[in-house]
Every structure is written in C-alpha cells, then in structure tokens.
C-alpha cells in the first residue's frame, strides 16, 4: 500500500499517526510531503519511520491514494504539483473542509475516483468520527472505509450533509475544549488558583469521558444520577438553562455549517 499525503499539519498527523499505531498500515505505506516546513516533516520520519519527500513525480508513482490535508485556500498550490503525475488507478481522498469534489476534478483535471473525508484530531487516540461521501466512479469503497475505521467511526453521508458533518464532529472538538477551557476559567472565578483549576477540569473531564465510553446510560440518565431534588446540582442546571446554553450551542453549529457552505462557494 503507498498512501501520499499532501500536507503534514495537525489533521493529517493525526490520521496516519492513528494508522500506524493502530498497525493497518506500516509506517514504510505513507509518504509525506508539505510546503515548506521541512523540520516538522522530518521528525515524523526520524520517528515514526515514515517516507519523507518533495519530488511529486516519485511521491505519486504507483500511489493507491493521494491524501488531501493542506488548508483549502493552499488546494490551488497542491493541485499544480499533483496534476502532471497522478496516475488514473490512484484513488483521490481529501480532508479539506469545504472543498467540493466537483472543485477537486477541476483542479486536478482528472477523472480518477475522489472521496470526502471529514474526520478530527481524535484520530490521534482512534476515536475520529469520520464522515465521508464518494464520487460517483469510487466504487472500491470497502478498502477505504477499512482504512478510516483504524483511526475511528464511519458515517457515509451524501455530500451536501458534509456542511454539517464538519459542524458536528470535524469542529465538535473543538467546541467541547473550548467549554472545557472556560469551565477551568470559571472554577479560577471561584477561588481556584490556575493548577487547582486545570487539574480539577482535567480530571473531571476524563472520568466523565469514561462514564460515557463505559456506561450504557444516556446524557439524561447520566446527569439526572447526580442531581438530587432540590440539591446544589439542580441549582447549578437551572443557572445553565437560564441562560441558554442550547441556544448558543444552535448558533455555534449552525455557524461552522454556514461556514463551510461559503467555502464550498467560494471555489465556484
Ligand atoms: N485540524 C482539524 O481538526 C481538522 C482539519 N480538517 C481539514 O484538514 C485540512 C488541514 O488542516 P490542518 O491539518 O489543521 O492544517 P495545518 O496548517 O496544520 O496543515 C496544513 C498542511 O498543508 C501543507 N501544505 C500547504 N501547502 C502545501 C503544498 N503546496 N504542498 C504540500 N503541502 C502543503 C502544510 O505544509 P507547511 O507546514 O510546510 O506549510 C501543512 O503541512 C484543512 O483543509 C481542514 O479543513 C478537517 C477536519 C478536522
Ligand atoms: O476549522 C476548520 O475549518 C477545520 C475543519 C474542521 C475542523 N477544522
């Protein structure tokens, strides 16, 4: 197997680094390259003991996939080094929010097989959730998803879902940390010096992680086991209602999903 990948930033490493621990690859099937930061390039190969180059002719010669992981405004840059040499059996996988495949063909004025992908940095400890949608020609799907389900879970969607998707679970992430982080912020509000505050929040957070992964109860069941009638709990829940915090989650999504929907525009 020889998977190409085209950029080595946060999302890109987190996937290959998902797939090699998680062994479906080894570390000789991936090949990396990015724009310029040659350094950070050549610790994953002095680590990981993954291919390192710039010569695109030689990246992209006998290449099962080729892995879109640049930001979408530097596609452009990347499609003029794919386009002389990519050969018609590779298969075409790209990460780039917003991007359409339709943008993708265009750009690499090609016909081979393209899917979306929209994973998160989660793949780092393989529990991504993926979403993905194909082109019409990907029909060798199995090999794929096999590949994306060793850095997490799949959800085939058809493309026009992926402005959600990317909402949902390729930004989640970061809308969770972000409440974390002002969680910690609120508990330094209280009286908690800065270590108290990160460290209780830290602690919280990974115990309720695992109540979640090992626990059949839901959300509501969860919360509902630690709110006693009239305790400290329901007063706290009440505050939190009170101020809507569902109404901002709404507009949260619901702006990372326009967000994405601009970018797909902005490519047309
Ligand atoms: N971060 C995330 O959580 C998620 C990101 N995504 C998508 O993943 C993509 C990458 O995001 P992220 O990893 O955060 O970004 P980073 O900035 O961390 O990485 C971008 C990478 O692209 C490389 N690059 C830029 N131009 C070229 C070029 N011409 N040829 C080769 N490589 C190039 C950069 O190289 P250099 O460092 O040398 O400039 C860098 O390695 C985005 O399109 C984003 O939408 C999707 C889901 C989640
Ligand atoms: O912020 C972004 O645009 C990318 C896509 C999903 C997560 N990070």
Redesign the pocket.
């Known amino acids: 197997m020889k998977i190409v990948f ?7 490493s987190a996937i290959f680094i998902g797939m090699i621990e998680n062994c479906v690859v080894a570390p000789s099937d991936i090949y990396l ?5 040659q350094e ?1 390039i050549m610790f994953f190969k002095e680590n990981l003991g993954v291919n390192v180059s710039y010569d695109d002719q030689d990246l992209l010669k006998d290449a099962d996939y080729v892995i879109l ?4 405004q ?1 596609f452009p ?2 499609a003029d ?1 794919i386009r002389p040499y990519l050969e018609p059996e590779t298969k075409v996988v790209s ?3 917003g991007t359409q495949i339709k943008t993708i063909r265009r750009e690499l004025k090609t016909e081979n097989p393209i899917a979306r992908i ?4 989660n793949a780092m400890v393989q529990h991504s959730v993926n979403g993905i949608s194909y082109s019409g020609n990907f029909t060798d799907r199995d090999e794929l998803i096999e590949l994306m389900e060793s850095f997490g879970t799949t959800v085939t969607v058809e493309e026009d879902e992926m402005h959600n998707i990317t909402a949902a679970t ?1 930004s989640g992430s970061a809308f969770l940390y972000y409440i974390y982080e002002m969680y910690a912020e609120s508990l330094m509000e209280l009286g908690f010096d800065e270590e108290e505050a990160m460290f209780l929040t830290r602690n919280l957070v990974i115990g309720a992680g695992k109540m979640v992964e090992d626990s059949e109860l839901s959300f509501s069941d969860l919360r509902k086991n630690i709110t006693s009638k009239h305790g400290t709990t329901e007063a706290g829940l009440d505050a939190l209602d009170g101020d809507g915090l569902k109404r901002i989650l709404i507009k949260t999504l619901n702006a990372a999903a326009s967000r994405s929907e601009e970018l797909s525009k902005d490519d047309e």
């Open positions: 085209y950029g080595a930033g946060n999302m890109a390259t990015s724009r310029s930061m950070k992981a640049s930001k979408p530097s840059s990347v080094r990460v780039m929010a929209m994973p998160n940095t390729g």
